[in-house]
């Protein structure tokens, strides 16, 4: 035999809260591992293009600037 809770006119059963917990779980499962790809994905990104875009500027502003007053020192 099912038992019934009434809630504001609406009929809650237990398989009904099992169900909606359930859903609520896988979803903040889903949401975890949405967070944890956009995370990788992102961190990936930033290392292979970001760092290597700023390495390349610092080291070109580096030896254009530092080559240039080593330059007129020497002369």
């Not at 944890?36 to 990936?44: E, F, I, Q, R, V």
């Not at 290597?52 to 080291?59: G, T, W």
């Not at 530092?66 to 020497?74: E, I, N, P, Q, T």
Request: proline share 0%; net charge positive; glycine share 2%.
């Amino acid at each position: 035999m099912r038992q019934t809770t009434y809630l504001s006119g609406k009929g809650i059963n237990n398989n009904n809260i099992y169900s909606a917990i359930k859903l609520i779980q896988a979803l903040s499962q889903y949401k975890l591992l949405a967070y944890k790809k956009l995370d990788s994905a992102a961190y990936k990104r930033l290392d292979s293009a970001a760092y290597k875009r700023l390495d390349s500027a610092a080291y070109k502003r580096l030896d254009s600037a530092a080559y240039k007053r080593l330059d007129s020192a020497l002369v």
